[in-house]
Structure formats: C-alpha cells, structure tokens
C-alpha cells in the first residue's frame, strides 16, 4: 500500500484530495502546519481529517513563517518592490516541512490540494499545468526541486473545481494573503511595521515634484490611486525606496519589453534556450504579455528574456514563469525590466 502525507487545512481541495487518495488504496496520513497561531484551523483540520478517516498530525512552523514568509512580505514592501509570498511560501515552508514530516515518519510519497500535474521526462520531472485552466496553480510552484517533484502525487491534477465545490454544502473558500486574514495589506503594515508609514514625495522621472505619498511600502508600479499629485492620470512607473520617492509617468512608461530573472530555477537550461516557444507568464497588477520569448539568453546570476508582446507593469520582485507548452521549464524573479 503507498503511504502518502497530505498537507492538509480541512478546507475544500485538501479534503477532496484525501478522499481521492484513500479511493485509490493509499494509505493516507493528513498533516496541517500552523503557521499563524489560528487554532480555529487547527481545530478545523482535526474535525475533518477525524470525519474523513485519516490519521492527522500538526506541526508548529510559526517561526519559519514570521521570518521567511511575514518580514519577507513586509520587508520587499518597503524596499520598493512587489512580493510573492505564495510562491515563497510553497518551496520554503509547505514542501519543505511536508518532505521533512515524511521523511521523520518513514513516508515516501506527498501531496497537496494544489491543481496541478506532474511530468517526466527521462530523468526530469516538471510542474504542469492542472486539467482545470481557470484554477490552474502551477505558476505559484515553479520553484519546487526535482527531489520534491519526485515524490509528489498530484490527486488534485484532473479534477473541475466547480464540480469539486458541489460535493460540499459550504462552497466559502479562503482567499488572498493567508496571513493577512482578509485585512488590507496597508492596514496589516501599520499595525505589525509602523516604519513603513513615512511621508515622502511623488515626482516625475526628470525630478519635478508633482505630490507626496504615504510610504513607499503602500505602492505597488502601475498603481493610480492613493498617493496625492498635481497632476492627473498618472501612475507609478517607478519606486525609489531609498530616497523614499514615487516616480510616475504616463501609461506609456509602463510597458517592458525585456525582463531579467534572478533567483532562477531551471530544470532544462537546453530546453529553455533552444525551444521557440516559451511562454512568458507575470500575474499580479500588470497585464500579462500575451505573445512568445522572443530571445532568452543566461546573464550572471539569471537570464535575460526579450518578448515579443511587452508586459504592462511588470513590479521587481515579482515571479516570472516560462512554460513549454503545458510543463513549467523555469522561473525566476524580476530584478530589472526595460
């Protein structure tokens, strides 16, 4: 019988993916990470796991969370640029601490509620997309490792989410920023990191005062709103945290048509540079390019990619994700575009 350790909030895809798993003769053990202290989850996970038949067990990562999740978050704000905390917390938190409970237990296999696919090719494993393209969550794991990939079973890879949500009376899902428990996040920074509120000024790119702002931690690039200015229909096109300064500009000064990754993880470097049609994928404010890399070369500590459709908005710090056709072939993070 195959042993599989589930991460596990009680919530819908982690319950369906438990019952998938028991139906295909697993041997199941559900395990929920409290990584905030909300002992009403840990109480609900309990409840669930006892009413689906699995065996269930807690870890405390509360710390690992604060320091690698919660101040990266608030930290990235103030620097100026635009964090991903879930594809941050996925590697360094969910997976890492599921391997490590499975290996403690003697468990070979993993898995989670994700939607998404896993596939090999000879020695390789990908993340790929799931069968449901509307809740597809392989852009938030492209920086898992072969030796996660390896073990991870996917019961969640095939299955309609609506379909799913209609074996369950209550349809509520949690969403956004976990940690953030539905607060914006301005309100969540000036409660847990006053610092990020300094007054400072909103000027033009050649130097011209036209309004001041907050904190820079409160902004995010192609934002119009919430910072005062002079002038109207301006957006910002840039963040200088150092000088604790709000560049904006017109809706022009917005489109990027090369990006540089650092921080990569790429399972194929040959594949990545020689195929033609690698998929360039940013999610967040801006409006994600919509054509091919037109060019994609290795550059000290990442890649440079050059698109065929400029990306609007593109935020520093944000993920970028380059898919072959279904299968994630890399990923990195923005740390410059023009």
């Not at 409840?47 to 807690?58: F, L, Q, R």
């Not at 610092?195 to 995010?220: I, L, P």
């Not at 002038?231 to 000088?243: C, E, K, P, R």
Request: charged residues 25%; hydrophobic residues 40%; glycine residues 10%.
């Amino acid at each position: 019988m195959c042993r599989v350790l589930l991460a596990f909030s009680g919530g819908i895809d982690s319950c369906t993916a438990a019952a998938k798993l028991l139906a295909e003769g697993c041997d199941v053990t559900a395990l929920t990470l409290d990584m905030t202290g909300d002992t009403e989850l840990l109480v609900k996970a309990k409840a669930a796991a006892e009413n689906i038949g699995v065996k269930h067990i807690t870890c405390d990562v509360r710390h690992e969370f604060k320091e690698k999740i919660i101040d990266y978050f608030a930290q990235s704000y103030m620097a100026g640029r635009t964090p991903a905390p879930c594809s941050v917390c996925n590697p360094v938190i969910k997976w890492r601490f599921l391997v490590e409970q499975a290996d403690a237990l003697g468990i070979e296999k993993i898995a989670t509620g994700h939607y998404f696919n896993v596939e090999r090719e000879g020695d390789l494993y990908y993340v790929a997309k799931a069968g449901d393209a509307a809740k597809d969550q392989s852009y938030y794991l492209w920086d898992l490792p072969q030796s996660v990939l390896v073990r991870a079973l996917t019961p969640m890879g095939n299955l309609i989410k609506e379909r799913v949500k209609e074996n369950f009376a209550d349809k509520r899902e949690s969403m956004g920023v976990c940690f953030l428990a539905g607060r914006s996040y301005r309100d969540f920074m000036m409660q847990h990191y006053p610092e990020s509120f300094r007054r400072g000024d909103v000027v033009t790119a050649d130097g011209r005062k036209v309004g001041g702002h907050d904190g820079v931690a409160f902004y995010t690039i192609g934002q119009k709103r919430g910072f005062e200015t002079e002038v109207q229909g301006m957006a910002v096109v840039d963040i200088d945290a150092g000088h604790n300064l709000l560049i904006v500009g017109d809706n022009s000064d917005l489109y990027k048509q090369t990006l540089e990754l650092h921080n990569c993880n790429v399972i194929s470097q040959e594949e990545l540079l020689s195929a033609t049609d690698i998929r360039v994928v940013v999610r967040g404010l801006g409006r994600n390019p919509q054509g091919f890399a037109r060019c994609i070369e290795p550059v000290e500590g990442g890649y440079r990619i050059t698109l065929d459709d400029a990306a609007w908005a593109p935020a520093l710090g944000q993920p970028i994700v380059l898919y072959h056709g279904r299968r994630v072939v890399g990923g990195g993070f923005l740390s410059n575009c023009y």
